[in-house]
């Protein structure tokens, strides 16, 4: 994929998560069985890094379970992060939870963000939207230095080719000006038509892109899972630790 094609997908996700913030975060008000699973192995008492946070729903079940490490939320968002900060000072501990707008598919979001390596990052729904696979390890080995040695990186992607409802939803590239060979194998176009009509790039990872996906950014998958949805897999979710 070329950078001028990667630059219009990217520039097609950010319009439509500003447009439909609103409804989009009516849709988000619990989390996936799948992520909860995941919160289950992580300590209370872990930092945490919450990369593409939405409407900060992830902090809010980490509040309810008294969570005592440090939170940080990031996204580009500016409706779903006013929507994070609103919803999470309705918590008993919200003064441990900070969000920080930020674009995570540009080469130095880290660096504005500048913190200590933290215990835990989490990237739930989060590298589906980012086109090419120099820039998903762009945005891994950015994740991989805020995370500590003995950390983890906790994430999920979207399976929605297991869905027959959800493919229903994919619309031709013509829809948007661009010809099936300028977009990489795995990638769709999908229509979203609640509040209004709006169409996301997202891409379909097999478990092979993400065995490269690790090894190229530093990091190993220590366990894998399907879960969500009608039969169980509409996601698939990951840990991985840092490579020596």
């Known amino acids: 994929m070329d950078a001028d094609t990667s630059q219009r997908l990217i520039d097609l996700n950010q319009q439509f998560y500003?447009?439909?913030?609103?409804?989009?975060?009516?849709?988000?008000?619990?989390?996936?069985?799948?992520v909860r699973r995941l919160l289950e192995t992580i300590s209370i008492e872990a930092s945490l890094l919450d990369l593409g946070c939405g409407n900060g729903e992830l902090w809010r079940a980490?509040?309810?379970?008294?969570?005592?490490?440090?939170?940080?939320?990031?996204?580009?968002?500016?409706g779903l992060l006013q929507a994070a900060r609103e919803l999470t000072t309705l918590s008993d501990n919200a003064d441990q939870a900070r969000f920080f707008q930020a674009d995570?598919?540009?080469?130095?979001?880290?660096?504005?963000?500048?913190?200590?390596?933290?215990?835990?990052?989490?990237?739930?729904?989060?590298?589906?939207?980012?086109?090419?696979?120099?820039?998903?390890?762009?945005?891994?080995?950015?994740a991989r230095g805020l995370i500590a040695p003995q950390g983890r990186l906790y994430?999920?992607?979207?399976?929605?080719?297991?869905?027959?409802?959800?493919?229903?939803?994919?619309?031709?590239?013509?829809?948007?000006?661009?010809?099936?060979?300028?977009?990489?194998?795995?990638?769709?176009?999908?229509?979203?038509?609640?509040?209004?009509?709006?169409?996301?790039?997202?891409?379909?990872?097999?478990?092979a892109e993400l065995d490269e996906l690790a090894q190229i950014s530093g990091f190993r998958i220590r366990g894998s899972f399907y879960s969500d949805g009608e039969g169980g897999r509409l996601s698939i979710y990951q840990t991985w630790e840092l490579l020596e």
């Open 18 to 34: 500003q447009t439909f913030a609103q409804p989009f975060s009516i849709t988000r008000q619990r989390l996936q069985p799948g």
């Open 62 to 78: 980490l509040a309810a379970r008294g969570q005592r490490g440090a939170y940080l939320g990031v996204d580009f968002s500016a």
């Open 104 to 142: 995570l598919t540009r080469p130095d979001w880290a660096e504005a963000i500048a913190i200590s390596p933290v215990d835990a990052a989490t990237a739930f729904a989060v590298m589906h939207h980012l086109p090419g696979v120099e820039r998903r390890a762009q945005f891994l080995r950015q």
């Open 155 to 207: 994430f999920s992607n979207w399976q929605f080719l297991n869905s027959e409802r959800l493919r229903a939803r994919i619309q031709p590239w013509s829809a948007i000006g661009l010809a099936p060979e300028q977009v990489d194998t795995g990638d769709y176009l999908l229509d979203w038509r609640q509040g209004g009509y709006g169409l996301r790039y997202v891409h379909h990872f097999s478990e």
